[in-house]
């Protein structure tokens, strides 16, 4: 009587997945061995046909793509072939779909190597924000807000509503108005532009305004306490109102600013942990 083989070392059991319309035979170690979800998945009963046993009952993934399902496994299967372009590095739209994917499957090494390449890739402000607050990322939500408020080119409020909801966009805001004082301040002339234009606007001499926060801290206008014959020498015309940059009344400290966003998003940031 012959005698039954044993199971070597690399003999690994296959799940199948559907992912979209796309068949995919994944060695079944790997997932446990990177996601508590999965773990937690395959340790419950499976039948002799169950699900993920045959192409012709695969596990049907909801929530992602096949492009975002390839991109994770392309890092926690093994590279056959280091130099094949393929499993090269991604660019952000490919690191986005891993960290997705990472967060809801409890992959914590791959989701914090997601992080670091993103992190590395420099986002912008805005998708810093979105991002931290859809992946549960405090730094990126705190320094996204942070450069939106002290940083250069910074979006009017209806930009940033557009991107990140009228609600964030207001607490936003509402963090960037507290770094400007109250009461009146002295602005040089060559500080003026015209609200119509942004031209230079001819007055006498530097005034002493009350500034006007309808606006909250983005492109600020500033009522004067005193006019006399104001004119925009580009456009020519009469004004009672000048415009001037926010940084004119003092910027915030960085320091300053970090408190206080924490201190605005300290429930989100909890959450976080």
């Known amino acids: 009587m012959a005698n039954t083989p044993q199971r070597g070392r690399f003999f690994y059991e296959c799940v199948v ?11 079944r170690y790997y997932l446990e061995e990177h996601s508590q979800f999965f773990k ?5 009963p ?22 975002e399902f390839e991109s994770i496994l392309e890092e926690i299967l093994p590279r056959v072939n280091p130099r094949d372009k393929a499993l090269q590095s991604h660019g952000k739209e490919r690191w986005e779909g891993v960290l997705k994917l990472a967060t809801m499957w409890e992959m914590r090494i791959i989701r914090e190597r997601a992080i670091s390449a993103l992190t590395n890739l420099k986002l912008p402000p ?40 009228w609600e964030m966009a207001a607490r936003i805001a509402w963090v960037a108005r507290g770094d400007v004082k ?3 301040v002295h602005i040089p002339k060559k500080s003026w532009s015209c609200p119509s234009c ?11 305004v009350s500034p006007d926060y309808s606006h909250s801290g ?3 206008y500033h009522q004067p306490t005193a006019t006399s014959d104001w004119a925009c020498k580009s456009c020519r015309k009469s004004i009672n109102s000048i415009k001037c940059p926010v940084s004119i009344l003092g910027a915030p400290s960085k320091p300053d600013v970090v408190r206080k966003v924490k201190d605005m998003f300290a429930g989100e940031l909890r959450a976080m942990e």
């Not at 997945?17 to 060695?27: C, I, K, Q, R, Y």
């Not at 942004?198 to 002493?208: E, L, P, Y």
């Open 126 to 165: 805005m998708e810093m924000v979105s991002l931290g607050k859809r992946f549960r990322v405090p730094n990126w939500l705190v320094d996204g807000c942070v450069a939106l408020i002290v940083g250069q080119g910074r979006p009017d409020l209806d930009t940033l509503a557009a991107s990140l909801g």
């Open 40 to 44: 937690d998945m395959f340790s419950l």
């Open 218 to 220: 983005y492109g600020m």
């Open 182 to 184: 109250e009461g009146s």
């Open 46 to 67: 499976q039948g002799v046909n169950g699900e993920g046993k045959t192409e012709q009952n695969p596990i049907r993934l909801s929530g992602c793509t096949n492009a």
């Open 17 to 27: 997945f559907l992912a979209e319309n796309t068949l995919h035979s994944v060695p």
């Open 198 to 208: 942004d031209g230079r606007v001819d007055g006498t001499g530097a005034q002493n």
